[in-house]
């Protein structure tokens, strides 16, 4: 039995989808059925709650390998379970290549139909009790620290507010440093948590580009110059300034990956590009890059370092400040908006950081 599982057919086949649906909701499925793979896109997009996908691979206007391409590449669809109904064996490891599940070959028996499609929904199920378990701990502890943590920054300033002496005041400002830390490293975690379960309430807004991207530069200015770093900022002539989308998730990446290449350099220079390239409908995507001349990534850790919790140790053997979401966040953020994210390296002068975003146009109809 199958109760109340959420099952898509997607079988452009009417004998075919029709065979699977009757069998499927004679065992207390609720299933729905659609012809092509772009159906099948749209009624994940607005059902996400889909629990899995029966996937036939040939079909007109998108084909089943587009959907698994689209679906796993998506970091909020992508634990969706998808069987692929297919024998043929070349056809099978290219689907295993990109993120099918299982298969299923016709015609369908009943019962091993019922056997996949439990065991898949089951550990699936399990997967996010335990995911969902994780967040709820990380965000109550956050919680449980951020009010201690505004307190010992109260008390500070209240200390630097009593005329104290030289000694003193070296003392707050290491206790004000600290706990900045200590909140910053508090806000990464909530983020992180409210991204990671698509609970985020940030909206999109009308803002400048230029002025969110030189407000960055200025709350990292003084990192930068105590490490003797200039930070050179590019921005085409041509690039649109008045935008509409979440300005605080632009204002978030940028102050990240700037953030971390004057952590990871000891001195030149961190250069931040931006250009702009027109969609045509009245929306433009935003190509950025941020370079430093520090050590560079690590081979082998390009794709790593944009998971969460993850930290890179260079050859010296130096490790740095950071729990190791910064990254996990800002590619979150930079796909929410419809972009991507990626490291390159140059032998010889640091890493560049590059990702894109799309954003409508002042005046025209918000995207988000």
Avoid: W
């Amino acid at each position: 039995m199958l109760p109340e599982i959420k099952v898509l057919v997607v079988e452009d086949d009417m004998t075919s989808r029709e065979m699977l649906s009757e069998m499927l909701e004679s065992n207390g499925a609720l299933c729905t059925a659609v012809t092509n793979g772009r159906e099948a896109m749209e009624v994940i997009v607005f059902n996400p709650d889909i629990d899995i996908v029966l996937l036939d691979l040939h079909m007109p206007v998108m084909d089943g390998f587009e959907v698994l391409v689209q679906l796993k590449s998506n970091p909020y669809l992508s634990d969706i379970p998808v069987i692929v109904m297919t024998t043929d064996h070349h056809e099978k490891l290219r689907s295993l290549k990109l993120g099918a599940d299982d298969f299923l070959a016709k015609p369908y028996n009943q019962e091993e139909l019922e056997l996949r499609i439990s065991k898949l929904v089951t550990l699936r199920r399990k997967a996010q009790s335990a995911k969902q378990a994780k967040s709820d701990f990380l965000s109550i502890v956050s919680h449980e620290l951020r009010t201690p943590s505004h307190n010992m920054m109260g008390l500070a300033d209240l200390l630097e507010s009593q005329n104290p002496d030289g000694e003193q005041r070296k003392l707050i400002n290491l206790m004000k440093e600290n706990t900045g830390c200590l909140t910053s490293t508090i806000d990464d975690i909530l983020s992180f948590v409210q991204l990671d379960h698509g609970t985020d309430s940030t909206i999109a807004e009308h803002f400048s580009l230029r002025g969110t991207t030189q407000a960055v530069l200025e709350s990292q200015k003084d990192s930068a110059r105590l490490k003797g770093i200039k930070l050179v900022l590019s921005i085409a002539d041509d690039v649109s300034d008045r935008l509409n989308g979440p300005s605080a998730y632009v204002h978030k990446i940028f102050s990240i990956l700037i953030g971390n290449a004057i952590k990871f350099s000891s001195d030149g220079e961190v250069r931040i590009s931006i250009t702009e390239e027109s969609l045509g409908d009245f929306s433009s995507r935003f190509c950025c890059c941020v370079h430093d001349q520090g050590p560079g990534v690590p081979t082998g850790f390009s794709e790593k370092i944009f998971e969460p919790f993850v930290q890179v140790k260079h050859s010296s053997g130096r490790t740095y400040d950071g729990i190791g979401l910064g990254l996990a966040i800002a590619k979150r953020m930079v796909e929410m908006m419809g972009g991507n994210i990626n490291v390159t390296n140059d032998a010889d002068s640091g890493s560049s950081f590059n990702f894109s975003f799309r954003c409508s146009l002042h005046g025209t109809a918000e995207l988000l």
